[in-house]
């Protein structure tokens, strides 16, 4: 059944520089690599944070002092 809204087959409009064998295997491995990069990004990024706060004497490392009514 063919419906006129439908073509039956699309064209480029010029010529492809890379096989669809390559632009498959390239999007895969950004689809499978994403999820990683992310995993990385937020269990490295806390740490390297909570670092540089500790470096900086920033996190609240001091004792607490009593706080004294006169």
């Given at each position: 059944?063919?419906?006129?809204?439908?073509?039956?087959?699309?064209?480029?409009?010029?010529?492809?520089?890379?096989?669809?064998?390559?632009?498959c295997?390239?999007?895969?491995?950004?689809?499978?690599?994403?999820?990683?990069?992310?995993?990385?990004?937020?269990?490295?990024?806390?740490?390297?944070?909570?670092?540089?706060?500790?470096?900086?004497?920033?996190?609240?490392?001091?004792?607490i002092?009593?706080?004294?009514?006169?």
């Amino acid at each position: 059944m063919k419906l006129p809204w439908m073509p039956i087959k699309f064209s480029h409009s010029k010529n492809l520089l890379t096989s669809k064998r390559r632009r498959c295997f390239a999007n895969l491995a950004i689809v499978a690599l994403n999820p990683l990069a992310v995993v990385l990004i937020f269990s490295v990024l806390p740490v390297g944070v909570a670092s540089l706060i500790a470096e900086q004497k920033l996190g609240g490392t001091q004792p607490i002092r009593p706080v004294v009514l006169v």
